[in-house]
Structures are given as structure tokens and as C-alpha cells.
């Protein structure tokens, strides 16, 4: 979250908990979250802790604000469980201004191995985790979106497998789309 600033989106806030790490450099909230119940959650705690945010129903495919309407989007172990990466980063694009950021901490596909693992559990992983893909390459969606992913890096984290390696960093709107 230290890379999020100006007019933040948060996709697929959950039950709130990353509402507690937004840094000072952000001057608004938004939030899209499906689930009812984590609206209803995500509010409370946000009262709770001052943070004062516009939370509404959607989902990462269909986001429901204007174009250009955020400086940087956070998604936080979201891109795994969407039914559609390529339209929820599209969407992102879209609501994103021209070189903002993208503001990622994800799980991805290992390497070799740790990989071929996952691939192997994907599909019974998925329905025993809520729809969570262990395997998806979400930096080459990220990066096939029209983002710079110079600044992701993978990162080593105690979550238990499959669910790691980690992604963090943020990713920047290319201008042109390419």
C-alpha cells in the first residue's frame, strides 16, 4: 500500500483489513467489493479506524466508475479469485489516469517445480479456496494489460503453498496502451 497516491480504488476489499495500511500520500478511498457481508464489515472497520471510505457492490469486470477516475488501484490477493484477469486489469486500465499506478500484493505461479504443483492442485485448490487460482501468471497479465511491471518483484512470504510466491510493488499505465 506504500505505493498508492491521490484518489485510491481498492478492488475486491474484502472484509476491509488493507483499509488499515493506507499511507498519507492518498487523498480518497473507493472501494468495489461483491460480497455484501464484507461491505457491511469493511465499513464498520473503516469507521472504526477513521478512514473514511465510499464502498460499493461490483466486481473487478465491471467497475463501477467513470474512466480516469483514480491516481492508483490496489488489488491485494484479488487477481487470483476473479472469474475474468484480463477484463478485471482492463477495467483497472480504464479508471486508472494515464501512468497511474497499480498497487499489487498477489500470489503467483512458482517456478519449475513449485509450478508444476500448482498446476496440478489448480483445480481442486479452486473450489476447496473460493474460486482461488494458485497458478495464474498474473505478472504476464499485468504486463499484456499495457502496465510496466519493472517495479513488481516477487517476494518470499510465510503463507503456506500453494499460495505463494508472493508479488508485490506496483505496475505503471503505460500511456499508450502497449
Not at 14 to 25: C, E, N, R, S, Y
Not at 59 to 87: K, N
Amino acid at each position: 500500500m506504500a505505493h498508492a497516491t491521490g484518489r485510491l480504488l481498492m478492488v475486491g476489499l474484502g472484509p476491509g483489513t488493507d483499509l488499515k495500511f493506507v499511507p498519507p500520500a492518498v487523498t480518497s478511498v473507493a472501494a468495489v467489493e461483491p460480497v455484501a457481508a464484507f461491505r457491511r464489515t469493511a465499513s464498520r472497520l473503516a469507521e472504526r479506524h477513521g478512514v473514511a471510505v465510499d464502498i460499493v457492490g461490483g466486481t473487478g469486470e465491471r467497475i463501477p466508475f467513470p474512466d480516469s477516475s483514480f491516481d492508483s488501484v490496489h488489488v491485494g490477493l484479488v487477481l487470483c479469485s476473479v472469474d475474468d484477469v484480463a477484463a478485471t486489469l482492463g477495467e483497472i486500465r480504464r479508471v486508472l489516469v494515464p501512468r497511474g499506478r497499480l498497487v499489487v500484493l498477489e500470489h503467483v505461479r512458482g517456478e519449475g517445480a513449485t509450478g508444476r504443483f500448482q498446476d496440478l492442485v489448480a483445480g481442486p485448490w479452486s473450489w476447496f479456496a473460493s474460486g482461488c487460482h494458485p497458478n495464474r501468471r498474473t505478472v504476464d497479465a499485468i504486463a499484456a494489460a499495457g502496465f510496466d511491471t519493472t517495479a513488481l518483484r516477487r517476494v518470499r512470504t510465510p503463507v503456506p503453498f500453494p499460495c505463494k510466491p508472493h508479488l508485490q510493488g506496483f505496475a505503471t499505465a503505460l500511456e499508450d496502451g502497449a
